[in-house]
């Protein structure tokens, strides 16, 4: 089992930045890949970016390229999602995620995920 707590949502104004959190503690080793999705009011959970635990490697959707950064620190266990010039639309609950070996990077689908936190808000007024 692994275990995923987010931290670091909050209130910031558009244009403004925000840094979330997402410790992994447990079985670790077996993560092969981790995402943050997001979810807004009366809206499908989407997903938002996603990283190779091993290598780094990153893919996001098209909505943050260019704004949002997702990282590892491998020796924390932290995954982060750096979110830069941010907009009224990316307002919503932030949860991170974790895969196991046996499903498909980029992990686009929710349903290649195994492990889920409880979800961080983030609010971003205009």
């Known amino acids: 089992q692994v275990q995923l707590v987010e931290s670091g949502g909050g209130l910031v104004q558009a244009g403004g930045s925000l840094r979330l959190s997402c410790a992994a503690n447990g079985r670790t080793s077996s993560v092969y890949f981790m995402g943050w999705f997001r979810q807004a009011p009366g809206k499908e959970r989407e997903f938002v970016a996603s990283i190779i635990w091993s290598v780094s490697n990153t893919y996001y959707t098209e909505s943050v390229k260019g704004r949002f950064t997702i990282s590892r620190d491998n020796a924390k266990g932290t995954m982060y999602l750096q979110m830069n010039s941010l907009k009224p639309d990316d307002t919503a609950n932030y949860y991170c995620?974790?895969?196991?070996?046996?499903?498909?990077?980029?992990?686009?689908?929710?349903?290649?995920?195994?492990?889920w936190g409880q979800g961080t808000q983030v609010t971003v007024s205009s």
């Open positions: 995620a974790a895969a196991d070996y046996k499903k498909t990077w980029p992990g686009r689908s929710e349903y290649e995920y195994d492990y």
